[in-house]
């Protein structure tokens, strides 16, 4: 580790931080290759700078400081040079100055004496000469902290820029210049960035949140505050960098992660691969505070049968503990639901490029995951095996941690530990190790028989690992112990001495487990005496011998003799053992022995170490009785020859995972500088509530049961189980991003299924309300009959299907009145031409139009009697056009009366309007009321928050609207859809190619089918096999076209054209569900 | 995080250094000189080293180590990621990560350095955002800069930076819009003696070459997405659609990049496509020993097998080898015992062999371990697992691109044990 001092002062002496001369032969031909100017004496301006750096700056502007030294002029002029340079108005010669200053820099030269000269330049336009001088200015401000001082000014106004690029550049310099002077600046710049409204900056004001601590630790309490400010920002761009800064900072103080875990949990896929890394592992340490173990119930279970099965090996010190806890309360474990947000949501990064990111993963899985999941990371971690060495070792490091604790894991992966011949050294034998700790009963044998290959490599090391690895397999299974103990005795004849040797010391450890039947070994090794010169090996072999003297009668005292005669010229190791073996053969067999134990014991009297002189003096005392010699004496043959423990060949990986996986301290099996432990978990869970965001959205009844139900959902995707209410409330609305378009869409088309299952009765009519005027009155009666009838008929179903779990059948097709067998089609023409006899309509198109689809809002039980359902009524809200109508029916099941029913507090996501409907006074038991209210939902289906509140309670509600409910229907020609269409191409345009469902063959029930999946209009078309819809969407008017083309046999394609894609895609997802079911 | 870098030749010169918080004395280096010089081989050197103020993490790359200097607990991984990253840049820009390279271009160097890093923290490491911000040197446009002495850096923040979409810069051009997709697989393997497989595997990439204008959304899906085992994405990939549909969904970057790498599951039985026969003896006496190896095509799906090499390295006692080879050349390196036959095609009607007589030292006891041979080869045409692209389909831009796919087959690291 240390080296010698002399040598270290020698490596110091050219480029010291102090600035020692250089010597001469050092010259830079890196940059004079680039500098013709300074090709000859380019090694010199160092010398005379440093020295200069500090004594004669004052003076630096007379070059005739110094004039004696031929050298040192040349080097003079040659700075002036770059001064002159530097000074000159034109760009380009300040540029090759800044240049060719960097260069040295980059060499680990000092051009310290150039700063007054590039400082100036702090400010040119030029912005390359810029960013050098940045550079420059970084680099040695430290050194001249007066001089950077005049820059401090440029960097303020900077910060002022209106450009964020500069603003952002401004502040990231500003930072670096580490000169304790500015740290009010620096403080005030950042707080001032942290609420600048370019997320760039904000980010650059993350990364200068370490800067400034470690300048001035003082601070930490402003800059706790500005972390706590930055931790609550919404972009994935701030998101890694501050976490950064968190960690740097404040690691301890957890309790800023509470109301962010959420948002960071649902950010995490999208943030940048370097912030996932950090992000991941503060969240492991965040976990462990905050929740329970998920093994602990299983812990007991397990580890029982596990014993069972592999006997000794299995020693878990920590099973007595969990043992206890386990048995103070047995009640089952549940895991938190943010528990399991932070799997789900971790888990699709194991498949990321970049290496860190998986292990950061991998670790957060082995520390936080119920033990039957634990097994997906093998995979992933396996796949990095292929990477470079450096992230082989350090991989491979990890893994041998993790299947010691986690056998099962990588068994299946055995195969792919194999070493080549190829593999460097400290990858192979990395490799053995896992395959060692793999190791087992049933794939004993394969191992055995990889590891014979591996005992004839031409690396030695690797050779002396495999052998010690086959010893510690026949100790940890039975089953092979003879095997392998063959095996090493065949090693024992190798021609390689370091092979003997390991083998001998290997072969020493496995005997002592069961000596008795082994003699033939003990003298077979007690003949190897004459050729082994390792002194480990020589040294185990007389061990052997003396342990087991009894044994092998005749050829000890024949050994010692020889031993006796070379004892002056063993190694320390040997000797004492050369000592040891005579003393217990002096007990046992005195008669043959005594002499030649004298005889040794007398040479090692005279030993130059002290440590065998002691050995001896001691030995001597207590084997030969004298008249002096104590009560020990009689105890000496207990003392020697007691039975001895046989040793535990152990991994020396074991218990590592104390350490948190994937860190640097694991990795050195030492507490590394600014390590954070990881916590052990709880007893008892801390209160989850800390982490709801703003008032909590469900009382905690409901959010139990809430997400159950969620997830109970067939057919929501399994990731977007839970984004329901409770995330959509922090997830962030910048939801622009692509992946959250395709993310959202999995989610709604659950939505969809639902919904074409009820069917709906005005939107027939709705679809012409924009353009007929006097048509409006109409509806509005017809509907209010129609949904009611709807809502009756179809809640019961309904609740029906979503409790039992099950996918909902769709209802039966309600039979078709024979008027109705005219196409559609033809009524909507019909409709937008002469539709003024109301009582024509509703007998067409109440069978063509689905009923209305309600869902609950508020259960039965979870309301305390009160039932809530919501339908969309397709009609436009009254007031506010952009506004989507939500007719909201509430019944009365309690036996008293609820009073003053309304909606409070709505929590609606930025750019969400919610109109509340009208307060409720009274409504008494068993009665419904209905009314309606109005969401402005941004053309998103981000659910809508808000709450119910009668005169007792109040429930956390939300709305999420279908896609196809986002939009109303509008009407245009042929042409004119055409038109649109023509402007809508490309990125707006999805097509999706069906299958039309059997009972969506004819004409009227595609129609049918697909205005309930959405709320759309119908468009007339000339072809008989094609289908039109037009919409606009609610809150933004953008255009929706729908073009559905039937093929031949029942396939279909869907074509959508919006400039809405992410409403499109869903919307392609919604269509086809109703269509092909 | 990362408070320094060096880097250094192997010849130990620090050719350069940068430092990201304060200056960090070069003689730190000194532990590492120390352990390389324990570790005898570049390979073995430790990559993460414990000073007593510091911990060094390093890689080696092309002949350069670098070495980044640590003051705390930072992920091992998350450093050597990061300066595999930047060799990455490096050839990126150079077309190569050497020491002439980095030297000629030192400014550059720093420059890059400097953006990829603030404080330590990675900052922008995508070589779509770099490149806009630091312009790669040609020749072209390092003459223009000499005579107008404009320079190589960028004036704007690039788009990418602030977007959802890091990797792609904005305004992308092309005249032809073309998008080229290389599936690569490669097969590792051991063979043992007896020539049967202890174990193979198939370890595939996809490296897309694109130079598509605008903004395009791709979508890429297979004939037999299951065979896809394990597979790592590139970020621009859209995880749900994967998961759900097993189509790759993504915006490419612009340029060349490696989309997705995969593994087959060794489940599968993996096709070997050559055998090895193969009699290497050594006698006790004679300090001399016998080495005939003959090459031959199995289960080749039609597909011709070619660039085979064969690499061998021979026990130290090996003196010189006598062989003569029927097809293709030979080497034999007296100084690293190294053994490379050069065979080129295999015809199933006459196979390659190589046969001679091995001069071992005399005195020397006969070495008891028989090499392992290493064999590269190459298929055109054909991924040996099966893999077929289906289609490839573009939303967002109205032009029609040029679309192709090219398969190939390689050896990875293919082992015959002898």
């Known amino acids: ?1077 | 995080m990362i408070h320094s870098l060096f880097l250094i030749n192997c010849s130990g010169d620090i050719f350069l250094e940068k430092h990201w918080k304060s200056v960090v004395s070069q003689s730190v280096c000194d532990y590492f000189f120390e352990a390389q010089e324990k570790a005898i081989d570049v390979e073995n050197v430790p990559p993460v080293i414990s000073t007593p103020h510091h911990y060094l993490i390093s890689i080696y790359r092309d002949k350069i180590f670098f070495v980044s200097v640590i003051q705390t607990e930072v992920p091992p991984l998350f450093v050597i990621e990061f300066l595999h990253r930047v060799a990455d840049t490096f050839q990126d820009y150079f077309g190569e990560c050497s020491e002439t390279a980095i030297k000629d271009n030192v400014v550059i160097v720093y420059e890059l350095l400097e953006e990829m890093l603030d404080n330590g923290f990675p900052l922008a490491t995508e070589s779509n955002i770099l490149k806009e911000l630091i312009k790669p040197p040609t020749i072209l446009r390092s003459v223009v800069n000499s005579i107008t002495g404009s320079s190589n850096v960028g004036d704007t923040l690039p788009t990418g930076q602030l977007s959802n979409i890091p990797w792609r810069r904005a305004g992308v051009k092309y005249t032809n819009n073309e998008a080229y997709f290389d599936v690569i697989e490669e097969i590792d393997a051991i063979i043992d003696k007896s020539g049967s497989t202890v174990f193979a595997e198939i370890q595939g990439v996809i490296d897309s070459c694109i130079k598509l204008s605008g903004m395009p959304d791709l979508s890429l899906s297979f004939m037999n997405p299951r065979l896809l085992d394990d597979v790592s994405f590139h970020p621009c990939i859209r995880f749900k659609r994967w998961e759900s549909e097993r189509v790759l969904s993504f915006i490419p970057p612009d340029g060349n990049f490696r989309l997705i790498s995969y593994r087959v599951s060794s489940q599968n039985l993996v096709a070997i496509p050559v055998y090895v026969k193969h009699m290497i003896s050594f006698k006790e006496n004679t300090s001399s020993g016998r080495f005939d190896v003959t090459i031959g095509p199995k289960q080749n799906m039609g597909k011709t097998v070619e660039g085979v090499v064969m690499t061998v390295h021979m026990p130290k006692a090996v003196l010189n080898m006598n062989l003569t080879a029927t097809q293709g050349s030979y080497t034999f390196d007296p100084v690293t015992k190294v053994l490379t036959w050069d065979v080129g095609k295999i015809t199933p009607q006459k196979l390659p062999n190589l046969k001679g007589m091995v001069n071992l030292q005399s005195g020397a006891p006969k070495p008891e371990e028989n090499p392992s041979l290493n064999i590269q080869f190459k298929i055109q045409q054909l991924a040996i697992s099966g893999l077929k692209v289906n289609r490839l389909d573009m939303y967002g831009e109205k032009y029609k691109p040029f679309k192709g796919v090219k398969y190939i087959t390689k050896a990875g690291k293919f082992q015959v044990r002898t």
Not at chain 1, 25 to 38: C, K, N
Not at chain 1, 540 to 560: M, Q, R, T
Not at chain 1, 795 to 817: E, K, N, S
């Open chain 1, 1 to 1077: 580790m240390s080296l010698p001092p002399v040598q270290k002062l020698l490596r110091q002496l050219p480029v010291g931080p102090t600035g020692w001369p250089k010597p001469p032969e050092d010259g830079g031909v890196a940059e004079e290759v680039t500098s013709p100017v300074l090709a000859t004496e380019a090694g010199q301006p160092t010398c005379y700078s440093a020295l200069r750096a500090d004594e004669l700056r004052p003076l630096a502007d007379s070059p005739k400081a110094c004039p004696q030294d031929p050298l040192v002029m040349v080097a003079l002029e040659e700075h002036d040079d770059l001064k002159e340079m530097l000074d000159s108005n034109k760009d380009s010669l300040k540029l090759e100055a800044m240049k060719r200053i960097v260069a040295m820099i980059a060499r680990g030269k000092n051009a310290s004496d150039l700063f007054p000269a590039v400082v100036k330049n702090v400010a040119c336009k030029n912005i390359e000469v810029k960013k050098l001088v940045y550079v420059y200015l970084v680099r040695y401000a430290e050194e001249q902290q007066d001089l950077a001082l005049l820059s401090i000014s440029t960097f303020q106004r900077g910060l002022k820029d209106p450009n964020q690029l500069i603003r952002a550049s401004a502040l990231r310099v500003l930072s670096s210049i580490r000169v304790p002077i500015i740290v009010p600046i620096m403080m005030l710049a950042i707080k001032e960035a942290a609420s600048d409204m370019s997320p760039y900056v904000r980010k650059t004001a993350a990364h200068a949140i370490p800067k400034l601590y470690s300048l001035d630790s003082d601070q930490k309490d402003q800059l706790i505050e500005v972390i706590e400010k930055l931790l609550a920002d919404k972009t994935t761009l701030v998101a890694g960098s501050v976490v950064m800064a968190f960690e740097e900072v404040c690691p301890e103080r957890i309790d800023l992660i509470h109301k962010n875990y959420r948002k960071l949990c649902n950010l995490l896929i999208d943030v940048e691969e370097w912030g996932q890394v950090v992000i991941i592992n503060m969240l492991t340490r965040y976990a462990r505070t905050q929740f329970l173990s998920p093994n602990q119930n299983e812990s007991l279970l397990e580890e029982n049968t596990e014993k069972a099965f592999y006997g000794s090996e299995e020693e878990d010190g920590k099973d007595a503990k969990a043992e206890a806890a386990m048995l103070a309360k047995c009640k089952p474990y549940v895991m938190d639901p943010d528990h399991r947000l932070l799997l789900r949501n971790t888990k699709p990064l194991l498949q990321s490029r970049n290496a860190a990111v998986v292990m950061a993963v991998a670790q957060l899985y082995f520390h936080l995951a119920p033990k039957a999941e634990v097994g997906v990371i093998a995979k992933a971690l396996v796949r990095l095996l292929r990477s470079h060495s450096e992230v082989q070792y350090v991989v491979l490091q990890n893994v041998a941690t993790m299947s010691i604790k986690r056998r099962g894991m990588f068994e299946p992966y055995l195969k792919s530990f194999y070493i080549r011949s190829t593999d460097p050294t400290q990858i192979k034998i990395l490799k053995l190790e896992v395959l060692t700790n793999l190791a087992n009963e049933t794939n004993i044998s394969t191992i055995l028989r990889e590891f014979q290959t591996y005992i004839r490599s031409m690396d030695k090391d690797f050779v002396a690992a495999t052998i010690q690895a086959i010893g510690r397999c026949a100790t940890n299974i039975g089953k092979v112990r003879d095997t392998c103990l063959n095996g090493l005795v065949q090693l024992l004849s190798n021609r390689d001495e370091l092979v003997v040797a390991e083998s001998v010391v290997v072969i020493k450890k496995l005997l002592q487990m069961q000596p008795a039947q082994h003699s033939e070994i003990i003298k077979h090794m007690a003949k190897l005496t004459d050729n082994i010169q390792v002194p480990m090996a020589r040294a185990s072999i007389l061990w052997l011998i003396g342990e087991y003297c009894e044994h092998v009668p005749k050829i000890a005292p024949d050994v010692l003799r020889k031993m006796a005669k070379s004892f002056t010229n063993e190694e320390d190791i040997v000797k004492l053992q050369v000592i040891n073996l005579a003393a217990k053969l002096y007990l046992t067999n005195s008669k043959q022995s005594k002499l030649l134990t004298q005889y040794v014991l007398n040479l090692a009297k005279y030993d130059q170490n002290y440590d065998i002189r002691d050995r001896a003096r001691f030995i001597r005392q207590l084997i030969v009785p004298t008249e002096k010699s104590g009560a020990l004496n009689k105890y000496a043959k207990k003392l020697f020859l007691a039975q001895k423990p046989a040793p535990i060949l152990e991994s020396s990986f074991k218990d590592r995972d104390h350490f948190q996986l994937g860190s640097l301290s694991h990795l050195l099996n030492a507490k590394a500088v600014g390590y954070q432990e990881l916590p052990d978990w709880p007893d008892e869970a801390p209160d989850p509530s800390v982490r709801n965001v703003e008032v909590p959205e469900w009382t905690k009844c409901t959010s139990r049961e809430k997400r159950k139900e969620k997830v109970e959902k067939p057919f929501y995707s399994d990731s977007e189980g839970e984004s329901g209410p409770t995330e959509s409330a922090d997830s962030e609305p910048e939801s622009g991003s692509e992946e959250n378009g395709s993310s959202s869409s999995s989610g709604s088309s659950s939505s969809g299924t639902e919904e074409d299952e009820e069917e709906e009765e005005d939107s027939g009519e709705q679809s012409e309300d924009k353009e007929e005027e006097e048509v409006e009155k109409r509806p509005k009666r017809k509907d209010k009959e129609g949904s009611h009838k709807a809502v009756l008929g179809s809640a019961g179903r309904y609740a029906l299907g979503r409790q039992g779990g099950a996918p909902i059948t769709p209802p039966p097709v309600q039979p078709i009145p024979s008027s109705s067998i005219i196409s559609t089609s033809l009524v909507t023409d019909l409709e937008g031409l002469t539709l003024t006899d109301s009582s024509l309509t509703p007998t067409l198109l109440s069978p063509a139009f689905s009923a209305v689809k309600t869902y609950e809002l508020l259960h039965r039980m979870a309301g305390e009697g009160l039932a809530v359902e919501y339908c969309f009524s397709r009609r436009p809200f009254p007031g506010d056009p952009h506004m989507v109508a939500v007719q909201i029916q509430i019944s009365n099941n309690t036996d008293t009366e609820v009073k003053n029913l309304r909606v409070n507090e709505p929590k609606p996501l930025s750019g969400m309007r919610i109109q509340e409907f009208p307060e409720i006074e009274h409504l008494a038991p068993g009665d419904t009321a209905s009314v309606v209210m109005g969401i402005d939902f941004c053309d998103s289906t981000q659910a809508a928050n808000f709450q119910l509140c009668t005169h007792t309670r109040q429930f956390y509600v939300s709305i999420q609207p279908p896609v196809g409910e986002l939009m109303a229907p509008v009407f245009m020609s042929e042409n004119e859809f055409k038109k649109e269409q023509g402007k809508l191409m490309g990125m707006s345009e999805i097509t999706e190619k069906l299958m039309l469902s059997e009972k969506c063959q004819s004409d009227h029930t595609i129609v049918q089918q697909l205005t309930s999946a959405a709320n759309v209009g119908r468009v007339p078309c000339g072809a008989s096999n094609e289908y039109r819809f037009a919409a606009k969407t609610v809150t933004s008017g953008s255009l929706v076209l729908i073009t559905l083309e039937r093929r031949e046999g029942s396939t279909a394609q869907l074509t959508i054209n919006s400039e809405k894609m992410v409403i499109g895609t869903m919307l392609v997802k919604d269509i086809i569900q109703a269509l092909a079911q």
